[in-house]
């Protein structure tokens, strides 16, 4: 065991058999969270806890570790072993308290005043086991942390009792966020950014900048050197997110005031275009493929281009002749064509709901991944065939996406 070579001769028995648990739950996988509170001595003046987490980066188990100030977050990610030296360091001399959770064990270790130890073992069973399962569930797919200090200067969390919490009017726009970086996290591991050890973003349309502090918060958390810039037409807006990642010195989150139509950055590895109206999030996935993007995401809005355009096919005037109903099919002609263009690109491309219709209306995603290798010709072929027969179907003489490609 790795804690016998590391832990000093005269360690006190509760410090031992605390250091004997965190290994054990980690050579058994069942480490699912570990955190250090009531810093004492240096640490004491902004520093608030220290969470520790396991996580799976190029294909090896670590630990990172989130240093929680009162006004930045400062993520490392560490091996088992140094992570296991560096605990032994901190206990009793800047943390007064660790905090094991397993599947099974919630184990307490704290330090008195005196700095004697005290180790409380509690063994969950029955309908406490089962919830806590579900709670460590809920851990590993959540992907942010609310109590990240910038979410504060956001209005999506607020102070209360000394503790930052979700602001309940914004539960949603939380689990939208959520949903998003679920997504987005998933299309990264099976894109060639994996390996980037620095990956530049396009946020165009970032508003209030949820998504653009995500990403930049996500990647920073994954070891990677995030380069992420919102580009946004509001001024007031532009001016409230740049302040907020000044305050917490958020190093490579940068918000510009610009259009996706004129907007050209240097590099671009994922772009990022939500509820782009009509044509904008034609001239955004240009933008992306123009750049040669790893990574590109929309969820369209307002089709208003192919709905004038559209003639009805007999077959379906019964159904098309409902206003409605020629609304959503020109949504999904629109969609469906921007897909099949993507594709023609040479990327792999789904589109999908991605948050439920109570969330927002505006629920649909265009995402499309990059190829590892190019696209067969006669694939292209193929596919630029079918764009043209559903043009043809619907008399549709015109649709933004594919003029801009063949402008270029």
């Known amino acids: 065991m790795l804690f016998t070579s590391l832990l000093p001769h005269d360690a006190p028995d509760a410090v ?3 250091a004997r648990l965190v290994e054990t739950a980690w050579v058994e996988g069942k480490l699912a969270k570990l955190l250090l509170s009531k810093p004492t001595g240096e ?3 902004t520093l608030e806890r220290v969470t520790v987490r396991e996580v799976l980066l190029r294909g090896e188990r670590q630990l990172t570790w989130l240093w929680r100030h009162q006004t930045r977050d400062i993520t490392k990610n560490h091996p088992f072993d140094e992570s296991l030296r560096h605990l032994l360091g901190l206990l009793g001399t800047q943390f007064q308290n660790a905090h094991l959770l397993t599947d099974r064990e919630d184990v307490q270790l704290a330090f008195s005043r005196k700095g004697k130890p005290s180790l409380r073992v509690g063994k969950l069973a029955g309908a406490e086991t089962a919830k806590a399962e579900q709670s460590h569930d809920r851990e590993k797919q959540r992907l942010l942390e609310i109590d990240s200090p910038f979410w504060t200067e956001l209005a999506l969390t607020h102070e209360v009792k000394g503790q930052r919490q979700l602001v309940p009017a914004m539960a949603r726009k939380w689990k939208q966020i959520n949903r998003f970086i679920e997504i987005f996290s998933n299309a990264f591991q099976n894109s060639q950014l994996a390996a980037s050890p620095d990956v530049h973003v396009a946020d165009f349309g970032s508003g209030k900048g949820y998504l653009t502090f995500a990403m930049h918060d996500w990647l920073s958390r994954q070891g990677k050197d995030a380069r992420v810039v919102g580009v946004e ?6 001016a409230l997110c740049r302040g907020a990642a000044d305050k917490h010195g ?3 989150l940068v918000f510009d005031q610009g259009d996706v139509r004129s907007y050209t950055p240097a590099r671009l590895d994922v772009m990022i275009a939500l509820h782009a109206c009509d044509i904008a999030t034609d001239y955004a996935i240009h933008l992306g493929l123009r750049a040669g993007a790893q990574i590109i995401m929309c969820s369209p809005c307002c089709h208003k281009q192919l709905r ?5 096919p007999a077959m379906l005037r019964p159904m098309l ?15 469906s064509l921007r897909a099949l263009l993507l594709e023609s690109e040479g990327y792999d491309c789904q589109v999908f ?7 927002t209306s505006k629920n649909k995603m265009i995402l499309a991944v990059k190829r590892a290798q190019p696209l067969p010709a006669a694939r292209r072929q193929e596919l630029l065939a079918q764009i043209e027969a559903i043009k043809a179907f619907y008399g549709i003489r015109e649709q933004a996406l594919q003029e801009l490609l063949c402008a270029a």
Request: no cysteine; glycine share 8%; hydrophobic share 45%.
């Open 16 to 18: 031992q058999r605390f």
């Open 321 to 335: 002749q409902h206003g409605i109903h020629l609304g959503q099919e020109a949504e999904m002609v629109t969609d």
């Open 353 to 359: 709901e991605f948050v439920a219709l109570e969330h």
């Open 250 to 252: 958020l190093t490579g």
């Open 43 to 45: 640490a004491e003046a």
């Open 308 to 312: 004038p355009q559209m003639q009805m």
């Open 233 to 238: 037409l509001r001024d007031d807006m532009v």
